[in-house]
T-cell receptor
């Protein structure tokens, strides 16, 4: 049973470009969570989604960031017009119900 | 918003037991204690969780005090690969979970260093 998969593992963008991060949850998991870890800091919750629904986006920056978890396919975290402060590791986690979360390996975003 | 307190760092000799403490004096009756670890910026790894009884799995043991205000994660035979930041997190049980309670609050955790 494959774990949570994230791609790409490393992503380099120039300021002003868009970044798309993908997360495929574990098989049978319908709950997805996104967390961000800035350099030398702890993980911070961003958004919690179930299939086709955003349940809690209180940790998401109000502008430029969006997330979706469509009926088919992976969850996508989209960052528009990236700035250097967006450089971080972005982790996705999934759970069967709103219970134990299992994390992916992360996507490391570098904004030049 | 972390409801837990952990020492910032601990050392342990390889092969010895590592005992990582956590204080959660404001824990509610419907909240579990979860432990995760993060090895060198990899994705956090789930270790174990419990409500009030002691728990054991292939990775570790979790000892929760009777008043549930503190707990200890025990790695019985630490290896160099156990060097990581260990996070103690409290969260509500799934049956009581509302929309804003799905998140995990990661504090600073404890940096465990296992030395040869």
């Amino acid at each position: 049973n494959a774990g949570v998969m994230q791609n790409p593992r490393h992503l380099v963008r120039r300021r002003g470009q868009e970044a798309r991060l993908r997360c495929s949850p574990m098989k049978g998991h319908s709950h997805v969570y996104w967390y961000r870890q800035l350099p030398e800091e702890g993980l911070k919750f961003m958004v919690y989604l179930q299939k086709e629904n955003i349940i809690d986006e209180s940790g998401m920056p109000k502008e430029r960031f969006s997330a979706e978890f469509p009926k088919e396919g992976p969850s996508i975290l989209r960052i528009q017009q990236v700035v250097r402060g967006d450089s971080a590791a972005y982790f996705c986690a999934s759970s069967i119900i709103a219970d134990t979360q299992y994390f992916g390996p992360g996507t490391r975003l570098t904004v030049l | 918003d972390a409801k837990t307190t952990q020492p910032p760092s601990m050392d342990c000799a390889e092969g010895r037991a590592a005992n990582l403490p956590c204080n959660h004096s404001t824990i509610s009756g419907n909240e579990y204690v979860y432990w995760y670890r993060q090895i060198h910026s990899q994705g956090p790894q789930y270790i174990i969780h419990g409500l009030k009884n002691n728990e054991t799995n292939e990775m570790a043991s979790l000892i929760i005090t009777e008043d549930r205000k503190s707990s200890t994660l025990i790695l019985p035979h630490a290896t160099l690969r156990d060097t990581a930041v260990y996070y103690c997190i409290v969260r509500v049980a799934w049956a009581d979970r509302g929309s804003t309670l799905g998140r995990l609050y990661f504090g600073r955790g404890t940096q465990l260093t296992v030395w040869p």
